[in-house]
């Protein structure tokens, strides 16, 4: 019953609520917003911007890899009402399968998106599963960070926000990083991601401070 509802129910609210949120684009030098560029591309952002994702880039067959633990089960049957592609897998659970269904997303012309720190964390440490894509397809990892200006934040693992209704949002996308194919420089790529990932965040948490707001939170 819950595998049948809950998405539906989800999916609704996240209409509801995303109808009614206005979103706007950081970009440090030289870069365009992920979701307007050309072509295949990966990405990667914190598991605590879930939700407002699935409604930023709604509707543009975007792969992302979802656990295949129940709870990633309610998350895939949503996020596929929305547009997405789940594709089944993660660091804990069936990780190659997920990598292989990846590199088979990208390869169909697909933007494919990591949750990095997911699925159960820590908080804001990237896990190497967007960077061993880039390195297997030859391309690079982009990182951004989704940051309601008003939002609720959970009191879980993830610190995952739920925005609020008629909120602004901002989206802060950093440089991507390219991953060479030597496994030599792989530690090296990893952590660059790591930094990407950071500068978004400072990126986004800026910006409502200069717009003399610090981003609202309330615990639940």
Known sequence: MALFAVPRLAGLWIRLIGSTLRFEDVCEPGVRPGHLAPGPGVFSFWHRGLLTSAWRFRNLGIGILISRSFDGELI????????????????????????????????????????????????????????????????????????????????????????????RVVTCWSLPVAVPAEESEFAVAQQAVQQALDRAQVAAEQHWVAEGHSAARSSQ
Do not use: H
Not at 88 to 100: K, V
């Open 76 to 167: 895939a049957r949503t996020v596929e009402r929305l547009g997405f592609k789940a594709v089944r897998g993660s660091s804990s659970r069936g990780g190659a399968a997920g990598l292989l269904g990846m590199e088979t997303a990208y390869r169909e012309g697909r933007i494919v998106a990591f949750t990095a720190d997911g699925p159960r964390g820590p908080v804001y440490v990237a896990k190497p599963g967007a960077a061993k894509l880039a390195q297997a397809v030859g391309g690079t990892v982009g990182a951004f960070c989704v940051l309601p200006q008003r939002a609720w934040e959970l009191k879980s693992w993830d610190r995952f926000q739920i925005p609020k209704p008629f909120s």
